[in-house]
């Protein structure tokens, strides 16, 4: 994988779980008087909050990247864990196998096939609001991003487009697709300036555990060799 492709990967991480701010509610999506099986985005982004809130998680992860320009997509798939506060694991198992991980100061990518290992700080590529900060302290969404109701999937799932407040790095919109009755999210769609797209899907996540801090942490091995990230701009 390209330095390009990864800068996409990890701004699509780190906009998981976005930090929302409100927005406007249309007649299109959320109704504005929640009914048993309507509510409005206020409630359903509480009802996020109040699912994700200092919650260990697990998942099973599905990824599709594509860059526009030059028409290439690429897919892969593995397991992701997250601990909250600011730590996440992501272990790639197709295409290729390589882990992403961050213990909240630190950021490594290491691919055992290259006998590799990148490094950076993780508050450059997950802080105000860009990591999948949001999936580790969901307590943060709503500072970064203006939310807006979408309508609901084919499954009735809720929809919720982000809008940075602020101009930020590798992100123009996200979209996050909330499953209708656990409140959890299933899909996060990340769209660049030039129209890049990355899409995770979510599946058999688990809250129900305790994860030790050991797994966010990375030891590199001996004879590796060790890149430093460049830091994105702002």
């Known amino acids: 994988m390209t330095l390009k492709k990864w800068a996409i990967v990890l701004c699509s991480l780190s906009i998981l779980f976005p930090y929302m ?29 109040e699912r994700y809130k200092g919650a260990d998680f697990s998942a099973r992860f ?17 397991r992701i864990f997250v601990k909250y506060p600011g730590m996440m694991r992501w272990e790639y ?40 900060g ?3 302290d969901i307590k943060r969404v709503r500072q970064y991003f203006d939310a807006a109701n979408e309508k609901k999937d084919k499954n009735e799932n809720y929809v919720i487009k982000l809008l940075p407040k602020k101009e930020m790095a590798g992100v123009s919109e996200i979209y996050l697709t909330i ?3 656990r409140f959890e999210v299933v899909q996060i769609i990340t769209h660049n300036i ?13 809250f129900e555990q305790k994860l030790d801090s050991a797994l966010f942490r990375f030891n590199i091995p001996d004879g590796v060799d060790v890149l430093q990230l460049e830091e994105p701009n702002r």
């Open 21 to 49: 701010t409100y927005g406007q509610e249309s007649s299109s999506g959320f109704n504005r008087q929640a009914g048993p099986s309507s509510l409005t985005l206020d409630e359903v982004i509480s009802k996020v909050e």
């Open 62 to 78: 599905y990824q599709v990247s594509t860059l526009k320009a030059v028409e290439i997509t690429d897919t892969a798939k593995g």
């Open 93 to 132: 198992e197709t295409p290729e196998k390589q882990i992403i991980l961050t213990d909240g100061k630190r950021l490594w990518i290491y691919r055992p096939g290259e006998n590799q290992v990148m490094m950076g700080k993780a508050p450059s590529f997950f802080g105000d609001g860009k990591g999948a």
């Open 134 to 136: 949001f999936l580790s």
């Open 179 to 181: 499953d209708r009755n």
């Open 194 to 206: 030039y129209k890049d797209e990355t899409r995770i899907e979510l599946s058999r996540l688990r």
